[in-house]
């Protein structure tokens, strides 16, 4: 049996080489960087344990050349919610080579203690894909504790969390103990201290380049036209994409069932319920809609989506569905510029990520990597929800509407013959007959004029999913088509006119009630405010 | 010490090397006995540490300390130094294969205490690592049977490995397939791909199925091994419950065309009436004239395990 050999792909041996390469020279940082997205090719087709040698060994190639910024949400990712011991290790050894050690760098690394402290196992950092067998160089609490004494007073905040391990009878933290009294020395500090307490202002504050919470304003945001794109809800409805997520703001949020980190997908679920609740306590919850799209349609079949949805609290109606993409991952991915890779359909690796879109199902907001918080992705989806509404959803001007009528009356009524002449004399007599509108450009005018209402009227009733006032519009248009081939037919051109009007009428009225609902009249704006 | 005492310990020692001939557990039990009387204040505790003292002692029977091993597992993570005694016995190729294999049972037991073995852990799983490529086979297997479920990189790249290259093989093919199947993320569906193509022998290919059960992307091929009458019928059976997790709506076509197939076997129409009477669309079967007159056909004249299945069948469909 041989390899399985991807066309261009180098080995994993031939990819620790070039990390080496690249790590010796600090020009090439953000080709290391680059290597570390999940979407990254060098993932594609491999296996989750081969992605996480690749990953630490790019880590600690960063750690070797030092971390900037721009780094430290891959560093961070680990340690926020990394289970491996390996990658863990070797994003704490990565995090002591930043050069601007902050009280903010504290709470991922005592998370990353409580997270891998059943699972220290050796590691061996000496070459590409070693393991440790028999003994180790290191494991990852010793990289951690490492880390807590390079914060040293900056870690200040976790010192009871920290004297609690040490009081601990047995355990990883009783074996460590002198790599834990050194932590715990180093952030107490001494006489002598060198490092500077943490400032109240220096707290919390995470770099502004980590990427998290990104936001974009309404005219730069991505995404990509894929309103046609099927996808199956957890009750097995089909919808579009753009049936689904346009005409409201949306908070999207990315999961498969088969992901075996519980502080990924499991946990994202469970806080998007939450989501759920935070928007129904402010009042929004059918005007901000929710969604939770598996990575791994193949195998996430519409019970199985509803199993796991139900066992993590969601709720799932018309407005918040979990749904699938069979066949339109790949423009999903790039719609929404996701952060995963697979082997054969199988994620391989994956960041933590949510959105927020817009009412044109645009990418508004998005919460990469780090563990999001609740009531701040909430915040951003109520914020997108008070921006103006765009333009296929705007309710139309009283002044289109009436154009739309005032067409379709003028083509009705306009005079074909010398007949039609003699009878609107009659009507009008001889002295109202200056007011005759009678030119020989007008017609051709206003059936323009009745077909960019038509389709004026067609856009609007896609944007507000209500398509009966075009409906009613377009017979009426063609009953006065019709009512053109001759005398006989000229009845016709009644029924057509009150069509279009009811038609036009109709439309504004359901494009009124949609502005309504999506936040354009007054009744939610007071609810938002409330708590 | 006395001649007469001498001569009466002596003779203690002969009578209980004796009695640990005739009966291990009961000599290990005594012998673990008198050093817990010795040693330790609470009775569990002691037992144990007593166990474990007899267990990695080189002095005692293999017998003896087969016996102990079973005692000791909640000693093992008291001190570091007892986890060491263990860890030694197991690496040791010295030790008789049978102390090993029974020390790491007692090492597994105590594993599963997961707060009590937390500081143990790492030192386990790398002496695992280490046994791993033990010439023993069996040991060798069992260890790379808990380092799967750990789903260890370390124990994925061997297998894995062993598969790509026979002479490098740890464990035969079908159970390293077998044990890469405990992790879905493990990267053995080309390779379990591959053994179904050309399997070196069938229990090879009725693991590589079972594995790529798992792999969305092989419905189709399940489809056609349940269809196939010259398959063995325990991997059609495996491909119909594979079809059952990938595509249901599948295995509801495929066993339909089984049952209407009077050629087809006994078990495969057994497990395609199952597949019907459990997961089955009720209003489309309600209404499936054809097939519930065949299902009246086969309750009449199939062996037991179809009558059966078939009368389950026709109650749940026909009013």
Redesign the interface.
Known sequence: ????AIPGRPSEEELGERVDALAGDPESRRELRDLLREEHPIYEG?????V??MRGWILLALGRIGLEDADLPFVLEELDAGTDA?LVAAAARALRAYPRPGPVLAPFVMRALANI??????VCFGGY?E??????DT?PVLELLAALAWLGPHARESLPELESLRAER???F??RAAELERALTAIRGDANERAPAPSVDACCVLPGSLGYGSRWGSRSRRGEPIGALRLEDQAGEWATFGELFRGHPSIVAFFYT?C?NPLKCSLTVSKLGRVQKLLESRGVDELIHTAAITY?P??D?AERMRGYGQNRGLRMDAAHRVLRAPEGMGALSRHFALGVNF??????RHRIEIFVLDREGRVAAAFERIHWDEREVVARAVEVLEESEPSPATPPKPGSQLLASLAALGIAFFPKCPICWAAYLGAFGIAGLSQVPYSPWLLPLLAAAMVASLAAMWFRGRATRRMGGFYLAALGAVAIAVSRIGPAWQEVALWGAASTLAGSLWSAVSVGKAGLRNGRGSPWRARLSSP | MTSKRKAAKKGTKRTSKKAAKKSPKKAAKKAVTRTAAKSGKRPQRRTARAALAVATSPRKSAAQRVAAMAEAPLAVCEADENLQKMLDVLRNADEPIKVRLAALQSLQAASFSVIAFEACRGDYIAALRQVATDPDPELRQRVLGLLAREKDGFAQRKLLEGLRKPEKALVPPEKALQLLSYDIHADAYAAAREIVGEPPNPAAKQEALRLLAADATAAPMFEKVLLDKGELRENRQIAAAALQALRPEKLQERAREILLDAGEYPEIQATSLTALTQFGDESALEQDQPLIERVGRLKGEGGTKVKQSARQFLNRYVR
């Open positions: 049996m041989r390899e399985l491999r296996g989750a344990a081969a996480v040698r390996y402290r059943y699972r220290d196992e050796p894909g393991y440790a067998v028999g003994g180790g494991t047995g355990g990883t009783r074996k088969r075996d791994d193949a195998f079949l082997v054969g359909s199988l994620v391989n």
